[in-house]
């Protein structure tokens, strides 16, 4: 039995892109290591008397902005856990030396402003290594025939597919996509992502909150394996079981959290989300 955890470490990163949210790279500087091993070794604890291993997924911020990350990571490898690690690649090829023994599957951003020699390196390395990688370059529309270059090298020298990613205002796919032309659009993605923009921009915000809803199942007061098979954990450290966060779980900061053994009834109208459709629920 899996249980999937993801943790956003804190939001902090030095980068700044200007197209990520500043909830996402605007906080303080991470918590010492000490602090994030306590929590740590607490959730593994928990989840082993379940007889449960661990799929971690980490994220920030940028996790590499913590000195001493790996250390988290040998903690997850050495307690039977499957590391994703979802990072920029940082600043240094020395970082990857401790990090890359100790993760499974890793999501590299390949940004505007980076070493495109250290990119290289990271994915030679993985390659090299038999490891799972997948490079995901964001596609800024003002840029955009640079940034699909960029993918498009990559494809070519290591025969990989790149995902190009289409950039949404504050992250957000209710928000709505960046100002891309239609022809972008079919570069990026094909047809499908044109009509998506432009139902989008058909619709008002409250209608697309009310057309998501009126589409997914219902499961309330149904039992669920919140918090079982899923746990999330925010930038500022807030639990939940769930992206609806229909069961508040409390702050990994302030000692407060708690982590279920058992199922939970369901509070929400609507299973609004896909991920969350996928815990098993007691019909």
Not at 35 to 50: D, G
Not at 185 to 193: A, F, V
Request: glycine share 6%; hydrophobic share 35%; aromatic share 12%.
């Amino acid at each position: 039995m899996i249980t999937k955890i993801n943790w956003n470490l804190h939001d902090h990163c030095s980068a700044r892109c200007f197209y990520c949210p500043v909830q996402y790279w605007g906080g303080e500087e991470p918590r010492s290591i000490v602090e994030y091993m306590n929590v740590l070794k607490r959730i593994v604890s928990h989840y082993t008397s379940l007889n449960r291993t661990i799929h971690w997924k980490f994220d920030g911020g940028e996790p590499l902005e913590m000195f001493d990350f790996p250390m988290m990571l040998k903690y997850c490898k050495e307690n039977n856990g499957h590391v994703e690690l979802n990072s920029n690649g940082g600043k240094m090829w020395l970082d990857w030396f401790a990090i890359a023994p100790h993760v499974d599957h890793l999501n590299l951003s390949y940004h505007y402003w980076q070493n495109e020699s250290l990119v290289n390196y990271i994915i030679s390395s993985f390659q090299k290594n038999n490891k799972s990688i997948n490079v995901i370059v964001p596609i800024r529309p003002e840029f955009f025939d640079w940034d699909l270059e960029r993918s498009l090298k990559l494809e070519l020298k290591y025969g990989i597919v790149v995902s190009k990613l289409q950039l949404y205002k504050d992250a957000s796919q209710v928000r709505g996509l960046f100002n891309y032309t239609d022809e972008q659009l079919r570069i990026i993605k094909g047809e499908q992502l044109v009509q998506e923009n432009i139902k989008h921009q058909e619709m008002t915000f409250a209608e697309r909150k009310e057309e998501i809803v009126v589409q997914s199942p219902v499961y309330t007061g149904k039992l669920c394996n919140v918090g079982i098979e899923k746990l999330n954990i925010s930038h500022t450290g807030w639990v939940s079981g769930s992206n609806c966060n229909t069961l508040h779980l409390g702050n990994i900061w302030d000692n407060s959290f708690f982590l279920p053994s058992e199922p939970s009834a369901c509070k929400m109208l609507a299973c609004t989300d896909g991920d969350d459709q996928q815990i098993t629920k007691f019909l």
